[in-house]
């Protein structure tokens, strides 16, 4: 976005100053796509009002109709929302889960990838980044399957182990402390190929006349990794952070719901995130103006925290910012 | 000197600079114990990325009985086919279910590339008076959005799209990423010159963009193509947000409703049996990793072919458009 501005700062004068034939078109050719953004993107950001509102569908009449005469209700369904005993415990799980995934997703997949670059045979390289690539590619619903078939108490292969060594059986799908390790090495599990040949791809773009005159100089492998090699790839790495940042107050829904399956009660303390918490009220019966605010707390406090992130990045590094 | 001599000096020269060459590139190496250690660090993180799924594959053809005394073995004591007999005999669901994959994949897919880059033409056009406009209006969804609830309320009471194909469609055929990702290609790759010479022969913007832009730009239609077909594919969650007819189940979430609900392909019993005739006859524990088996075998046929288009596209994206 940053470029876009000092590309049409720099050549304002190219610009005809009456409205062409060539503009109509190429607004024709862009309607399409605007009317999607309109409805699936602008129009639910206004459907949010809801959550200003004591809604309640009046018999009779239209859902819209009933939106528009229902109570504004100003924060009482904020309240209601940030108040609950709850809510500690969904921000609490959220970010901590967030920020260990944001650090395992930046060092492990960098590491990764300066080591998988190093490789003598380039076939081999491509052939495990084929492979740990894979699970990216993999639904929720089917590494919930995967799960199932490790952690089944009775017949699962963990407790098969763990039986064979003499050791109990352990109910995992009831017992809360292991959870933080299963997910934090799922999450990791399925995006770590991904995450890896993201990287490696900004590393194979490095000039290679850096390494050689590195080499020159005398500088180990480690040097060369720390001083040439990272700060290469620092904007790719920050823009990764940025985005990363922005997701902090939504979490990865399949990971949390599915893989838990469906997060029961047993797991409920450990598992619960503000996405889990949203779609379990959104089939029961709670109120919808309710739901509809943590929805909008959450989309609020990440558009808060991407802007941040933006701003002290674009203040330390004003070339790494994304806005 | 004469002309042979020069020629043997230069050759003299290239192969010592071809030496040189060899000679920093071999410096540079890692040692050949390093790089052995490396294969097995990956060697071991490619087959933790691989196990589950030979695991799966293996319970999908275990005998039940094997499942009753060992467990989910590694290595079953008897095969059994029955589990993928017993998909085959129920193969109307399962395969109204992939033919509703299919069809939202497809149809997903080709309208989801049309929107996506036409916008990306549309921003790439450095001419364009609204280009700034438009430019918000795809940038504005990445930071912020309706959220779920927002969102169900469109769809579902607004626009009454439950419960039809188009719940499972159009909610996903546009990300702002994607735009983006195609307005980056056409701005570094499509010369202007091209596009100004179509315009003095008249051609509409129209024309330009299906005759000239697209055929030159198969990567990124490849590359979008295949990120929205693995979405679609793999997408559960529409529909359990907006499907409650048994018609309308997708694969994903035939799968995703017998994790809840062993018996559920059960709920039409075919052959005249009582419903708990028909469920003791079920190898239920196998069938389950059949279904997901099914659901993995076309992916893990057809993504390492398409994997380096996954890779450019990553690689356009992360460019600052």
């Known amino acids: 976005m940053n470029k876009e501005k000092t590309v049409s700062s720099a050549e304002p004068r190219r610009k005809r100053k009456h409205w062409s034939r060539d503009d109509t078109e190429l607004t024709l050719l862009g309607l399409p796509a605007t009317i999607w953004f309109a409805v699936f993107c602008y129009l639910p950001m206004f459907g949010l009002i809801i959550s200003f509102k004591d809604f309640k569908l009046i018999p009779g009449k239209g859902f819209l109709a009933s939106l528009f005469q229902s109570e504004w209700c100003g924060f009482k369904n904020f309240n209601f929302f940030l108040s609950s005993n709850t809510f500690g415990m969904l ?19 960098v590491t990764l990838a300066i080591l998988i670059n190093q490789l003598y045979s380039k076939r081999a390289s491509k052939c495990y980044q084929t492979m740990m690539f894979f699970p990216y590619f993999m639904s929720w619903v089917v590494v919930s399957y995967f799960v199932y078939a490790f952690l089944n108490p009775d017949k699962g292969l963990a407790n098969n182990v763990i039986t064979s060594l003499g050791g109990e059986k352990v109910m995992w799908y009831s017992a809360p402390v292991y959870w933080p390790f299963i997910l934090a090495f799922m999450s990791t599990w399925k995006s770590l190929g991904y995450n890896m040949v993201v990287y490696l791809a900004s590393i194979t773009g490095i000039d290679n006349t850096l390494y050689e005159a590195a080499i020159l100089d005398g500088a180990t492998k480690w040097q060369q990794a720390k001083y040439i090699t990272i700060p290469s790839i620092k904007p790719m790495i920050i823009m990764m952070f940025i985005l990363n940042i922005g997701k902090i107050f939504y979490s990865d829904f399949g990971l949390f719901y599915q893989v838990t399956q469906g997060v029961p009660a047993s797991l409920y303390n450990v598992a619960s995130t503000f996405d889990t918490f ?9 109120s919808i103006g309710q739901t509809a605010a943590a929805g909008l707390f959450q989309a609020a406090c990440c558009c808060i925290t991407i802007l941040v992130a933006n701003f002290i990045v ?4 004003a070339d790494s910012a994304i806005i | 000197m004469t002309l042979a001599e020069k020629r043997q000096a230069r050759k003299a020269e290239k192969a010592l600079e071809r030496e040189e060459a060899r000679a920093t590139a071999h410096m540079n190496q890692i040692k ?3 790089n052995a250690l490396f294969n097995v660090l990956f060697a071991i993180l490619s087959f933790i990325c691989l196990f589950p799924v030979f695991y799966v594959v293996m319970i999908s053809v275990s005998s039940e009985e094997s499942i009753r005394l060992n467990g989910y073995a590694l290595w079953p004591e008897t095969f059994s086919n029955s589990a993928y007999m017993f998909l085959w005999n129920e193969r109307g669901t399962i395969s109204h279910a992939l033919l509703i994959s299919v069809i939202v994949t497809v149809i997903g897919t080709v309208l989801g590339v049309l929107l996506t880059t036409s916008m990306g033409y549309v921003l790439s056009r450095p001419q364009y008076r609204l280009r700034n406009f438009f430019n918000w209006v795809v940038f504005i969804p990445m ?10 309320v469109v769809v579902a009471n607004m626009l009454h799209l439950n419960d039809t194909l188009w719940c499972l469609i159009l909610p996903l055929a546009v990300s702002s990423f994607n735009v983006i990702i195609s307005k980056t290609f056409f701005r570094t790759t499509i010369p202007d010159s091209i596009i100004e010479s179509a315009k003095i022969d008249g051609a509409s913007q129209l024309t330009i963009f299906s005759r000239i832009v697209v055929p030159i730009s198969k990567p990124v239609f490849a590359t979008i193509g295949l990120f929205l077909t693995f979405g679609y594919w793999n997408d559960w969650f529409q529909s359990s947000l907006y499907i409650s007819k048994n018609n309308l189940i997708s694969l994903q979430a035939l799968l995703n409703n017998m994790m809840k609900n062993l018996d559920y392909i059960a709920n039409n019993p075919s052959a005249g049996l009582s419903l708990q005739q028909y469920r003791n006859s079920m190898p239920s524990e196998s069938v389950r990793m059949a279904i997901a088996v099914v659901i993995v075998i076309p992916i893990a046929c057809a993504y390492p072919f398409f994997q380096k288009y996954f890779i450019s596209g990553l690689t356009i994206g992360a460019v600052k458009g």
């Open chain 1, 278 to 286: 949203i779609y379990q009220a959104l089939q029961s019966s709670a």
């Open chain 2, 32 to 34: 050949p114990l390093t």
């Open chain 1, 314 to 317: 674009s203040k330390l590094d």
């Open chain 1, 91 to 109: 921000l609490r799980n959220t970010i901590l889960y967030n920020l260990v995934f944001i650090v395992i997703n930046l060092v492990l997949p």
């Open chain 2, 143 to 152: 930071i912020f959005n309706g959220g779920m609830v927002a969102n169900y």
